[in-house]
């Protein structure tokens, strides 16, 4: 059985982006529990020349609803326009985008399969099919923003396993 675009793109992204919301409120009752400052987790850098934790949400969030609203547009650009969102308001960005990712059912999806997107940097524009966007741009952007939050949060000693960061599995045979 072929993938789906669907399957490749909203699928994956619920899984994941339910998975973060989960894994940020785990956070969130750990930390305050344990007296951190959440606005000292937001500003968070694992090392100087990376962006802080508010960016790594940020970005989930950016390559999920981003991602396929871009599909809809045929340009995608880096995440601008998002604020600088304390802790409560990463929160809910990323329920925003859980909300706007299902909003892409498999027959709009579907819909959206082999058209074309350019990626705007600056001056610079890269052509992608839709799917070597989702596919070779956007899940792997996704997945590191995601596995860098997670880190974040484990740094911070948050009680986090594995099963914290797949979420929901698709299971069946």
Do not use: C, W
């Amino acid at each position: 059985m072929a993938v789906s675009l669907y399957d490749l793109s909203t699928v994956s992204f619920l899984q994941v982006l339910n998975a973060v919301d989960g894994f940020l409120e785990k956070g969130r009752n750990h930390l305050e529990a344990e007296g951190v400052d959440l606005d000292e987790i937001v500003s968070l850098r694992l090392i100087d020349d990376m962006n802080p934790f508010q960016f790594q949400v940020i970005s989930v969030a950016h390559h999920s609803m981003g991602a396929l609203k871009g599909l809809e547009a045929g340009e995608f650009a880096p995440p601008s326009g998002y604020g600088e969102p304390d802790y409560a308001g990463l929160q809910a960005l990323v329920k925003e985008a859980i909300a706007t990712v299902e909003t892409f059912d498999a027959a709009k999806v579907a819909g959206l399969e082999g058209g074309q997107l350019v990626f705007k940097l600056g001056a610079n524009e890269l052509p992608f099919t839709a799917e070597n966007f989702i596919m070779s741009f956007s899940l792997p952007n996704f997945y590191f923003h995601a596995a860098t939050t997670y880190d974040f949060l484990r740094m911070k000693g948050v009680p986090l396993g594995k099963r914290d960061f797949l979420g929901g599995m698709r299971m069946g045979v």
